[in-house]
């Protein structure tokens, strides 16, 4: 009988305590502002510059060369010879 009552005020309980746990979580997760360890020692505040689209750029000629190459093939030759 106790446990009866016991497992289902737990099963009562638990979900409540997720929900709130839940809440509480992002406000417990605040960041630090750390400074980048990569200019960490240097005399002068240096700025990262912002990132570039060129490593995108280079993959899309390369495989657009790759895709583009087979077209260009002698079209007699087959994989027979």
């Not at 997720?18 to 240097?42: H, I, K």
Request: net charge negative.
């Amino acid at each position: 009988m106790i446990d009866d009552v016991m497992s289902k005020t737990l099963q009562r309980i638990a979900p409540l305590v997720v929900v709130l746990a839940s809440f509480c979580s992002p406000a417990m997760a605040q960041e630090e502002n750390l400074p980048d360890a990569r200019f960490v020692g240097y005399p002068e505040k240096y700025n990262l510059e912002r990132p570039t689209t060129a490593t995108a750029w280079f993959a899309l000629v390369g495989l657009g060369l790759i895709a583009a190459g087979p077209l260009f093939l002698n079209a007699n030759r087959t994989h027979l010879d």
